[in-house]
Each structure stands twice: as C-alpha cells, then as structure tokens.
C-alpha cells in the first residue's frame, strides 16, 4: 500500500460537489436532499475539521472529526470524533483512507485533544492508525407495555429537529456515565434529526426558565407498532430517566417493539416485568424481544500525559510505556 499521500484541507468551493459524489458513491446520500437537511449537512462539515485527499486535482477521498469531551472518572476530558472517513469508487485501495485519518489524529493531537475516538465499519482497519476496541453497547429490544414503571401522567412537550438547538444544549447537560462523549457542536444533533422526516421528539422543560431538562428521540423504525428506535435519551436525574422509560410505557398499547442502547449504569432488564416469558413468546417474530452486545467504538490516546493524569487523578500511580 503506498504511503504518504498528499492531504489537504476540504475548501467548500472546490470540494462540495465532488465531496457530494463521494458520499452517493459509498451509499451515504441518496436522492436530493430536502433544503433543511442539506443545510444542516453543509453546517455538519462546517463545524467539522476536514481534509480531503485528491486523485488528478479532483477529492477523492474524504474524512473529517469534531472536537468535543469524554467524562472520564467524573471529569471531562478534551475528545477528537471522527465522523466520516470515505474513498470514492475509484480510488480504493491506495491509502487515501490512511492518510487521511493519520492526518485527522495529527491535527487532534496538535489542537489538544487527549483522546480520539471513532465509530468503526469494522474491526481491523483503525488499529493500524493506534486505535483499539472500546466497551461492549448494549441493545435492547423489548415490550414497552411490560415496562415496570408508572405510565408517565404528566403531558410532554413535542419535539421536532428544530428544535435541535435545545435539544443539543439538554445532551450537553445530562448526566454521564464514564466514558460517555459528547461532541460540542450541536450540529451533530441537527443532522441527525433531520435523517428522516417521520422521527420525533418528547420531553419536559422543568429547567430553570422553561429549559428542556429531560427528552428521547425516536425513529419509528415502522410507524404502528414499531419497532421504535430511541436515538438518544437525555437526562439529569434518574428520576428523569424513569419518567422517560413511563413516555414509553404509554406507547405501549400501541408499539409491540423499542429499541433502546443502554446508558451507562443502566440495566433495561431490571425495568421489564417477566422478562424471560415475553422473549419465549415472542422468539423468532418479528417483535422477539432480547438484548445484544457489540462494540461499534474505537479509541486511542493522542496525549500520554495528560491521559495518565486523567487515569490517576488524585491517587499517585507508576506506569512504564512500551512503545
Ligand atoms: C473504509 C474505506 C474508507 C477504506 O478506504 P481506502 O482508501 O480504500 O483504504 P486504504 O487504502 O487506506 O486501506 C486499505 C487497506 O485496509 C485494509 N482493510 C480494510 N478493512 C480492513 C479490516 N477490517 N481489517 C484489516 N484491514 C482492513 C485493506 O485490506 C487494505 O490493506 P492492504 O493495502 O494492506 O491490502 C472505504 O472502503 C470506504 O469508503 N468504505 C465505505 C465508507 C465507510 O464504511 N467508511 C468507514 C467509516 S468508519
């Protein structure tokens, strides 16, 4: 594989069309995008630090990260996401995808960032650029109408992508677990509500001043009886938690399936009423209940120092680095 390839930055002007064909080619754009969508994908790349790599003067290969934090032991640490990495069809296979990333981390490390992290199309392929696997998300699909918590009594606020801003501001806000990220632009949570017109969202503003304090965002996988996906949950309580998981236990009548990732220090299971018989009911239909694990993330340091700074906090540690 050749290395060294020549990189440089993504300069809208030149590089959006052929930016825009990388994209369909690889199957991540498809059709035309409505105006809304493709504004809030034109501030996604905005917001983001892009390089593009060239074949004949033309892009051909694109990858681009977003700075943001990663709460490590109770502190936030400074994080680098890479969100795309993309070769066109025609230029597979010649390093630009390597060159690219080796460059994205190069700019991560020399704008500060402690620690890099990815969400791979496979494993294999970032560890040459230091990356190594992370922790295990957990999946799980189950009834709503089994949820153990009370229906949720109170009327939530309808959400929609517009109101991406406050939405993104409440995510920012929530309360993590270690090792949760977040990425500051609130691009990112523009984008993806825009994805597909039928998701919405629900919450509450008991924050001060009417601020959105806690709210979900689903995509009904198929509207009717689901599944529904929940994108996100955002939260400042565990209080808030549960009034959310009560959201969806009103869907219940309706929806047979939920798809929800786990936040972290949460188990769903402990939340479903006879878990166990409604999986042996419902195996091998369309709404089988059941959890999985994989782990879609990968993660490098990008500063020795301070990541063993973030590691040993106020205990005092020795550490002996093999490189
Ligand atoms: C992934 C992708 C960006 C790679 O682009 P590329 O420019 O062809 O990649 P490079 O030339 O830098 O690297 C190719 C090398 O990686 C290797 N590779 C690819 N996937 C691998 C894996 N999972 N494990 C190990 N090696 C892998 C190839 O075998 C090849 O190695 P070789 O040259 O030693 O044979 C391209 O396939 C693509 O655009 N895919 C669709 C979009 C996508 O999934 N992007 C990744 C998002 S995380």
Redesign the pocket.
């Known amino acids: 594989?050749p290395h060294a390839q020549p990189v440089r930055k993504y300069d809208a002007d030149r590089d959006a069309d052929a930016v825009d064909r990388i994209h369909r080619e690889?199957g991540?754009l498809g059709g035309s995008l409505p105006k809304p969508r493709a504004d809030a994908r034109e501030r996604f790349i905005r917001d983001s630090t892009a390089i593009v790599a060239d074949i004949d003067g033309v892009a051909e290969?694109y990858a681009a990260s977003m700075p943001g934090s990663m709460l490590y032991r109770g502190r936030p640490i400074a994080f680098s996401g890479?969100t795309?990495?993309?070769?066109s069809r025609i230029?597979?296979?010649?390093?630009?995808?390597?060159?690219t990333t080796a460059a994205l981390v190069r700019r991560a490390a020399l704008d500060g960032a402690t620690v890099m992290g990815?969400?791979?199309?496979?494993?294999?392929?970032y560890?040459?650029h230091g990356f190594g696997t992370g922790a295990y998300d957990h999946y799980a699909m189950f009834d709503p109408s089994l949820l153990n918590v009370p229906y949720c009594r109170r009327t939530p606020v309808r959400l929609t992508a517009d109101d991406c801003e406050q939405m993104h501001a409440a995510r920012l806000r929530r309360l993590r677990a270690h090792g949760a990220v977040s990425l500051d632009s609130s691009a990112t949570t523009e984008f993806t509500a825009r994805r597909s017109d039928g998701d919405f969202g629900l919450g509450f503003r008991d924050g001060a001043g009417g601020q959105l304090s806690h709210h979900l965002w689903v995509n009904p996988d198929r509207p009717g009886t689901g599944p529904y996906k929940v994108l996100w949950m955002a939260y400042e309580t565990y209080d808030q938690f549960v009034e959310l998981l009560g959201l969806l236990r009103n869907l219940g009548d309706q929806v047979y399936l939920v798809r929800v990732v786990e936040p972290g220090g949460i188990q769903i299971q402990d939340f479903l009423d006879r878990p166990f018989r409604r999986h042996a009911e419902a195996k091998g239909g369309t709404y089988e209940t059941y959890s999985t694990a994989v782990a879609n993330f990968q993660f490098r340091v990008l500063d020795v120092t301070r990541a063993v700074d973030a590691v040993a906090s106020a205990h005092s540690a020795e550490v002996s680095i093999r490189i």
Do not use: H, K, P
Request: charged fraction near 20%; aromatic fraction near 10%.
């Open positions: 594989m690889v991540w290969c890479i795309s990495v993309l070769t230029a597979r296979q010649r390093g630009l995808a390597g060159a990815l969400g791979m199309f496979d494993q294999g392929y560890e040459r």
